[in-house]
């Protein structure tokens, strides 16, 4: 019952939380959010093809999203939802006393800047996490380079710089 009520209280937190990004272009837009509007209309308008741009994975839930009729703030909202979600999972994994602090400080803190502004990046760090929540261990080199490229090229599909913080880890775990 323990694990059953963490996880209703952790989808809560996520949720409120979350209900920041649905309502986000309400109360001020900043230049990311116009370029986020214009990229998902031109993909609900059939202009995906004029898409500049080597983020393919988050073009791929544009699309998604658009041809379910998704409202733009709706998904948003689902977007950083399935984003806190996940992270909070894998902060979970690594060390269940933490998640709530960790949850609470970064939706007061780096969450203004991933998740209501660079979303890409915020969905690019669950592999992140990922990657370090699966590698962290004693794994044979074979194991941990699979988990890594894997991990590292989803990632990449979502924002290229990601790539950055990947390499930079690989070495300490």
Same mark, same amino acid.
């Given at each position: 019952m323990?694990h059953?009520? *963490?996880?209703?209280?952790l989808?809560?937190?996520?949720?409120?939380? /979350?209900?920041l990004?649905?309502? *986000?272009?309400?109360y001020?837009i900043?230049? $990311?959010y116009s370029?986020?509007?214009?990229m998902?209309?031109?993909i609900s308008?059939?202009y995906?093809s004029?898409? *500049?741009?080597?983020?393919?994975a988050?073009?791929?839930l544009?699309? #998604?999203? /658009?041809?379910?009729? #998704? $409202?733009? @703030?709706?998904?948003?909202?689902?977007?950083?939802?399935?984003?806190?979600?996940?992270k909070?999972y894998?902060i979970?994994l690594?060390?269940?006393?933490v998640?709530?602090?960790?949850?609470?400080?970064?939706?007061? @803190?780096a969450?203004?800047?991933?998740?209501?502004i660079?979303i *890409?990046?915020?969905?690019? #760090?669950?592999?992140y996490?990922?990657?370090?929540v699966? @590698?962290?261990?004693?794994?044979?080199?074979f194991?941990?380079n699979?988990? =890594? =490229?894997?991990?590292?090229? /989803?990632?990449?599909?979502?924002?290229? /710089? @990601?790539?950055?913080?990947f390499?930079?880890?690989?070495?300490?775990?």
């Amino acid at each position: 019952m323990n694990h059953l009520y *963490r996880f209703i209280l952790l989808m809560n937190l996520c949720f409120i939380f /979350s209900l920041l990004i649905f309502f *986000r272009g309400l109360y001020g837009i900043d230049p $990311d959010y116009s370029n986020y509007e214009n990229m998902y209309n031109m993909i609900s308008w059939g202009y995906a093809s004029d898409i *500049r741009v080597t983020d393919y994975a988050y073009i791929f839930l544009n699309q #998604l999203a /658009s041809d379910f009729g #998704l $409202d733009f @703030s709706f998904f948003l909202w689902l977007l950083g939802f399935f984003s806190l979600l996940s992270k909070a999972y894998l902060i979970n994994l690594l060390n269940p006393r933490v998640v709530y602090i960790y949850l609470i400080i970064y939706c007061f @803190s780096a969450f203004l800047l991933f998740e209501m502004i660079q979303i *890409r990046i915020a969905l690019a #760090l669950i592999f992140y996490l990922g990657f370090v929540v699966y @590698s962290s261990g004693s794994q044979s080199h074979f194991k941990k380079n699979v988990i =890594f =490229f894997t991990l590292m090229f /989803s990632a990449y599909s979502f924002h290229a /710089s @990601s790539v950055i913080l990947f390499f930079a880890t690989y070495f300490l775990i």
